[in-house]
């Protein structure tokens, strides 16, 4: 059974860094895509960056150069690293794995940056 955990989320001002993690388990992960997603209040779900086996990251447009996602292997860890935050990355963080057609997701991790 593949299980997803995220954390390192919290309150931080306008500026600084959090680095969120996600912990997975019952999983090839080596082999598995990663990505992470966010959901701010009132508005749906989006895709920020994506790492396959391989180690090669993409990002969408809003956050690259701010954010950077990175993996390992050895300890099945996928990172976050979120800089230069601002009031509109405030949302829940939610790590994916993919699978072929199957995609599982954690809980998701509370960030909120203050202004």
């Known amino acids: 059974q593949v299980q997803l955990v995220e954390s390192g989320g919290g309150l931080v001002q306008a500026g600084g860094s959090l680095r969120l993690s996600c912990s997975v388990s019952?999983?090839?992960?080596?082999?598995?895509?990663i990505a992470w997603h966010r959901q701010a209040p009132g508005k749906q779900r989006e895709s920020l960056a994506h790492?396959?086996?391989?180690?090669?990251?993409t990002y969408v447009s809003s956050v690259k150069g701010r954010f950077t996602i990175s993996r390992d292997n050895a300890k099945n860890m996928v990172y976050l690293q979120m800089n230069s935050l601002k009031p509109e990355d405030t949302a829940v963080y939610y790590c994916?794995?993919?699978?072929?057609?199957?995609?599982?997701w954690g809980q998701g991790t509370q960030v909120t940056v203050s202004s």
């Open positions: 790492i396959d086996s391989g180690g090669v990251a």
């Open positions: 019952g999983s090839t992960f080596s082999i598995d895509a």
């Open positions: 994916k794995l993919i699978r072929g057609y199957y995609t599982y």
